[in-house]
């Protein structure tokens, strides 16, 4: 590339985050936030249905399907990290869902 062509594209580099358009955050938050479930929503896995299931972090429809049969199969859930024992449901799902998962 020629030099005379660096300078005047760095200086374009600079100044044009100056010109870039500006979005109000309140806006920004709420475009960003509003597809998305809550992350701090809870899940009670002796209630919840499969589609409620889907909310949890990993949880797809096969595997919130099996949650569901093996609830009816065993009964309900003593305890939160009985749900491991679900075919599917690893180390990793449970880790990253442990705070939302509640037994009731």
């Known amino acids: 590339m020629p030099r005379s062509l660096i300078v005047p594209m760095l200086l374009a580099l600079i100044v044009a985050p100056a010109f870039a358009p500006r979005i109000p955050a309140a806006f920004a938050a709420s475009a960003t936030t509003a597809d998305k479930p809550d992350k701090a929503d809870k899940v009670n896995i002796n209630t919840a249905s ?10 797809g429809r096969t595997v919130a399907e099996r949650i569901v049969h093996y609830r009816d ?30 037994v009731k």
Request: no cysteine; net charge positive; aromatic share 4%.
């Open 73 to 102: 199969e065993h009964g309900p859930f003593k305890r939160g990290e009985d749900l491991r024992k679900v075919d599917g449901v690893g180390a990793t799902l449970w880790e990253r869902n442990r705070e939302r998962i509640v």
């Open 50 to 59: 499969a589609k409620d299931l889907q909310k949890l972090d990993g949880v």
